[in-house]
């Protein structure tokens, strides 16, 4: 596709529920990053994927935050036993190859609610 | 953690005038990054520069780059209402490719 595509874009979940965020990349793109966006604030690393591999899931705050790219392409985060301080903007961002030569393209984000 | 963070973190000006925010950080840099987020969406590039360059242009963008102290700035010249944003500087941090964004500077630019 033209840009990198999450869905959903919106998601109310109810605390405890286990959510399912998906990040589409630039085809071609070999590295993704999820980052975490709480309001107000700037985005904060979670994990980044070469192709496949996930080189660096330091940013992950907790066991119940996985995620995961199998064939390179599509990416999924997935948080479990939601709490509220889960709430935030989750941005999906893309990039031709490692390193911000580049740069990096962001998707427009999946705005989570836990209430 | 942060790594670049942007000055001021508010800023309110009339249409035509210019927008200047900085942007400090604290480990050594490959390059570092400009993007713009209007309220609800995702982060949109507008530029970047290496650490071997000094300054670089881009329509009414200017953006410096001083790695001696550790800041950048971004110039936007005549600005229009549709700059009303949020601006974040992003910088790798010694070399491990991955960005890392300050706070961000809320500009406000009035009609």
């Known amino acids: 596709g033209a840009g990198v595509s999450q869905s959903p874009r919106y998601k109310v979940a109810k605390r405890g529920q286990d959510v399912a965020l998906r990040c589409d990349p630039i085809s071609g793109h070999v590295s993704l990053f999820w980052y975490q966006q709480a309001l107000g604030q700037g985005p904060e690393f979670l994990t980044y994927?070469?192709?496949?591999?996930?080189?660096?899931k330091s940013g992950l705050p907790s066991d119940r935050f996985f995620a995961e790219r199998p064939e390179g392409s599509v990416s999924t985060l997935k948080i479990q036993r939601t709490q509220q301080e889960d709430s935030a903007v989750y941005l999906c961002?893309?990039?031709?190859?490692?390193?911000?030569?580049?740069?990096?393209?962001f998707g427009s984000g999946t705005r989570l609610t836990v209430v | 953690s942060q790594q670049g963070e942007e000055d001021p973190q508010a800023l309110s000006i009339q249409e035509g005038e210019n927008a200047t925010m900085n942007c400090s950080y604290k480990t050594s840099i490959n390059n570092l990054q400009w993007y713009r987020q209007n309220s609800g969406r995702g982060l949109v590039h507008l530029i970047l520069i290496r650490s071997n360059e000094r300054e670089k242009h881009s329509g009414r963008l200017r953006v410096t780059l001083d790695t001696s102290k550790k800041s950048s700035s971004l110039l936007i010249t005549a600005s229009r209402a549709a700059d009303t944003a949020s601006y974040f500087c992003?910088?790798?941090?010694?070399?491990?490719?991955?960005?890392?964004f300050g706070r961000g500077t809320s500009l406000i630019v009035h009609p």
């Open positions: 961002a893309s990039s031709l190859a490692r390193g911000g030569a580049y740069g990096y393209t």
């Open positions: 992003a910088t790798d941090e010694g070399g491990s490719y991955i960005p890392t």
């Open positions: 994927f070469q192709n496949e591999a996930q080189l660096d």
